[in-house]
């Protein structure tokens, strides 16, 4: 399974904003996916995840009501939607796959997904 994050750009607060991620693989319709970020010199944060069917997705706490996750199965994407965005949400954003949903603990770990992409770079000036 190979991800690609595409999307990335530089945007005023308040603005919005969709990253992309691009799975390739014949196993896609079967990988539950979810998004991370990372600033320099911090710890890579979970922001959201979906299941592999999209009826079950997770928020962290601080995106909750601002970012939506959804995915289509036919063009093997998934995407989120960024609104209101914040310059605390500048970072790199990065996609990953794990074959089986579970429980927000499991699905905002990183240690838990087997397959990750490149990150894309999403900038947000006040």
Same mark, same amino acid.
């Given at each position: 399974?190979?991800?690609?994050?595409?999307?990335?750009?530089?945007?005023?607060?308040? &603005?919005?904003?969709?990253?992309?991620?691009?799975?390739?693989?014949?196993?896609?319709?079967?990988?539950?996916?979810? *998004?991370?970020?990372?600033?320099?010199?911090?710890?890579?944060?979970?922001?959201?995840?979906?299941? *592999?069917? &999209?009826?079950?997705?997770?928020?962290?706490?601080s995106v909750k009501g601002r970012f939506t996750?959804?995915?289509?199965?036919?063009?093997?994407?998934?995407?989120?939607?960024?609104?209101?965005?914040?310059?605390?949400?500048?970072?790199?954003?990065?996609?990953?796959?794990?074959?089986?949903?579970?429980?927000y603990r499991t699905m905002s770990a990183i240690?838990?997904?087997?397959? *990750?992409?490149? &990150?894309?770079?999403?900038?947000?000036s006040s």
């Amino acid at each position: 399974v190979q991800l690609q994050a595409s999307g990335g750009g530089l945007v005023q607060a308040g &603005g919005s904003l969709r990253v992309s991620c691009a799975v390739s693989g014949r196993t896609f319709r079967m990988n539950s996916v979810g *998004w991370f970020r990372q600033a320099p010199g911090k710890e890579r944060e979970f922001v959201a995840a979906i299941s *592999w069917s &999209g009826s079950m997705t997770y928020y962290a706490d601080s995106v909750k009501g601002r970012f939506t996750i959804s995915r289509d199965n036919a063009k093997s994407t998934v995407n989120l939607q960024m609104n209101n965005l914040k310059p605390e949400d500048t970072d790199v954003y990065y996609c990953a796959a794990r074959p089986r949903w579970d429980t927000y603990r499991t699905m905002s770990a990183i240690d838990a997904y087997d397959y *990750w992409g490149q &990150g894309t770079q999403v900038t947000v000036s006040s």
